[in-house]
């Protein structure tokens, strides 16, 4: 991937008109806070019906952190909800590698999906308390190092220190 593929935008990601947007979901796939909230709210109720599909068949444990799995988006604009479970921050114990593994898998996903735009959140920085700078500098450097089909990447930052973060992690600070 390349840096002139790769957007930042401030906004609602539900919204976005693109083939898929991540949903920074929790492990159950059931909706939740934050992102996963707002998603599960956008797409309707075929989004969970799907969730509960998998939750059924293939993942009766969950959906493990660092793995993703794709849904419909229901009514949003994109096609699909691509579903990762970021890691909780920890002071103590390193979890980037999973952190970064949710970017990859997600646009593993993606190329599966044939599709050519993704819009990931700012996955691990709200409620699972990432620092905002770490998280935005895995996530361009995990999107810039992961071979892959999609065209355009589209990074949402949810607020300004969101922004700013991807914006110098692109060397456009």
């Known amino acids: 991937m390349h840096t002139d593929q790769i957007e930042v935008v401030r906004g609602d990601i539900t919204r976005l008109e693109v083939d898929a947007v991540v949903n920074a979901a929790n492990s159950g796939l059931l909706g939740g806070g934050g992102v996963d909230g707002a998603i599960h709210r956008a797409g309707g109720p075929q989004i969970l019906a799907e969730c509960r599909q998998l939750r059924a068949t293939t ?3 969950g959906l493990p952190a ?3 799995v794709a849904t419909t988006a229901g009514r949003m604009p994109a096609r699909w909800v691509v579903h990762t ?15 970064a593994s949710c970017y990859r898998e997600c646009l593993r996903v993606a190329d ?59 060397g456009r600070g």
């Open 66 to 68: 660092g793995q993703a």
């Open 112 to 170: 599966e999906l044939g599709a050519d735009s993704i819009a990931f959140p700012t996955i691990s920085a709200g409620v699972y308390g990432w620092p905002m700078d770490d998280a935005t500098r895995i996530a361009v450097q995990t999107v810039l190092a992961t071979e892959s089909r999609v065209q355009r990447v589209v990074l949402v930052a949810f607020n300004e220190a969101a922004e700013q973060g991807y914006r110098e992690a692109l």
């Open 85 to 99: 479970v970021g890691p909780v921050y920890s002071r103590s114990t390193d979890r980037s590698a999973t952190l």
């Open 59 to 61: 993942l009766p444990e």
